[in-house]
């Protein structure tokens, strides 16, 4: 439930959103934020080791909605010192008075015991992650959880750089040649050398012999020579010629 005023009604909220930016992806930030609309205007902040190369990306949601980037570098490659920073700043808020709703987006565990003792404090936790990565315990600790649309994020490129626009008139690939060109040469070069009848006529097996084509996808010669789009075929294919 939404936090309650001394009057029993529901208060205007006073909202932090927390991006654990080292477990959430920069491309989830406006989902987020639009998912924390319904406590009213909050502060944002984002936190992580921002000097790694997949952390890379948070500048451009970040002056868009005004997130506070809190660098932490980290000691080891394994963990995060940004994560005990992002809490320490949490509870520094909640016993500021100045905020009692938190929105944490992340899907890390270690995150359950600081967001009970938050909830032990008083505040109202909505919770944010991936479906997929996060555990059921982590759903259960907070107050609300709500799901990231990942399918929405399939759409979005994966970076800043404009995708260059569709062609309009885009040409069409020219066709592949049926039998290789060096192939049809030498058919015809084969042919030519071959005794022929007065109108040009050859026997298969003839030009099959001098040709001496290698192996080929066509398992009949005379499907092969059909293919070229050189040459006739007669005599129920037992004779061709070429075409001039």
């Not at 809490?87 to 808020?93: E, S, V, Y």
Request: overall charge positive.
């Amino acid at each position: 439930m939404e936090p309650i005023n001394k009057k029993g009604q529901y208060a205007q909220a006073r909202t932090a959103i927390l991006f654990d930016a080292e477990n959430i992806s920069y491309r989830f930030a406006d989902n987020a934020i639009e998912l924390a609309q319904c406590h009213g205007k909050p502060i944002i902040r984002a936190y992580a080791d921002f000097s790694r190369s997949h952390i890379k990306g948070w500048e451009k949601p970040a002056l868009k909605h005004g997130i506070r980037t809190i660098h932490q570098y980290s000691y080891d490659t394994k963990n995060s010192s940004s994560d005990f920073l992002m809490m320490h700043d949490a509870f520094k808020l909640i016993h500021s008075g100045k905020i009692d709703t938190f929105v944490i987006a992340t899907n890390d565990s270690d995150f359950i015991t600081p967001i009970q003792l938050l909830r032990q404090s008083g505040a109202f936790v909505h919770g944010i992650g991936n479906k997929e990565k996060c555990s059921e315990l982590l759903i259960e600790s907070c107050n609300k959880f709500s799901f990231l649309n990942e399918e929405e994020l399939s759409a979005v490129p994966l970076t800043h750089e404009k995708s260059q626009p569709p062609l309009l008139n885009k040409p069409k690939p020219k066709p592949q040649p049926l039998v290789a060109k060096k192939t049809v040469n030498k058919l015809i070069q084969s042919y030519q050398a071959i005794e022929k009848t007065k109108k040009g006529w050859v026997t298969l097996s003839m030009l099959c012999q001098k040709a001496e084509i290698p192996t080929t996808k066509y398992k009949k010669f005379s499907t092969l020579l059909k293919q070229t789009g050189r040459f006739e075929l007669g005599d129920n294919n037992k004779q061709t010629k070429l075409i001039s």
